[in-house]
T-cell receptor, first 111, second 114 residues
Framework: QQPVQSPQAVILREGEDAVINCSSS?????VHWYRQKHGEAPVFLMI?????EQKGHEKISASFNEKKQQSSLYLTASQLSYSGTYFC????????????FGTGTRLQVTL | DVKVTQSSRYLVKRTGEKVFLECVQD?????MFWYRQDPGLGLRLIYF???????EKGDIPEGYSVSREKKERFSLILESASTNQTSMYLC?????????????FGSGTQLSVL
């Protein structure tokens, strides 16, 4: 079963912050975040492992609450280059060989 | 940088045709994957392979098969294409051997079945 992402879409002005949530109905070993720009391949952002570890990538960070089976992606001081669709991929097996991706969150950053 | 190359960016086929989608990676990765991407449905795993001649079903394998005769190449086969297989198909690879690895995606093949 696919994880649920929210919101489905968000429009920001440059410099604003956003949070994208990813929620699973199953126990998670890890959560993986990817960004896909229009017409391009998805690109890896970060992996979060069990333990509530928070990782960062540029001004993008994320958290993982394994008890709640949720992860959140935080985009601070957004830039035009952050526009794209963000996908979370959840790992229910501990091997990450079979990620289940959410339906995506479309983010648009405007001037 | 890892390069995952999909043979066609756009493909148009007729219903009932046998369709081959090819994917090649150049970094000696063990794992290779095929996903399809549809609006509102995100990325869904069709098949994956963790070694030559090995394959495992993903979440939506019906209507598809795969072939991995060489480590660098992973083919997706639509035995008899149908209109509901019109989609963007993404190939990905990962190094293998470690529990948490990132995927490297190709740019995708937009398949239209008429």
């Amino acid at each position: 079963q696919q994880p649920v992402q929210s919101p489905q879409a968000v429009i920001l002005r440059e410099g604003e912050d956003a949070v994208i949530n990813c929620s699973s109905s199953k126990a998670l070993y890890s959560v993986h975040w990817y960004r896909q720009k229009h017409g391009e391949a998805p690109v890896f952002l970060m992996i979060l492992l069990k333990g509530g570890e928070q990782k960062g990538h540029e001004k993008i960070s994320a958290s993982f609450n394994e008890k709640k089976q949720q992860s959140s992606l935080y985009l601070t001081a957004s830039q035009l280059s952050y526009s794209g669709t963000y996908f979370c991929g959840t790992d229910n097996t501990g091997t990450a060989s079979k990620l289940t991706f959410g339906t995506g969150t479309r983010l648009q950053v405007t001037l | 940088d890892v390069k995952v190359t999909q043979s066609s960016r756009y493909l148009v086929k007729r219903t009932g045709e046998k369709v081959f989608l090819e994917c090649v990676q150049d970094m000696d990765h063990e794992n290779m994957f095929w996903y399809r991407q549809d609006p509102g449905l995100g990325l869904r795993l069709i098949y994956f392979s963790y070694d030559v001649k090995m394959k495992e079903k993903g979440d939506i394998p019906e209507g598809y098969s795969v072939s991995r005769e060489k480590k660098e190449r992973f083919s997706l086969i639509l035995e008899s294409a149908s209109t509901n297989q019109t989609s963007m198909y993404l190939c990905a690879s990962s190094p293998g051997g470690r529990p948490y690895e990132k995927l490297f995606f190709g740019s995708g093949t937009q398949l239209s079945v008429l």
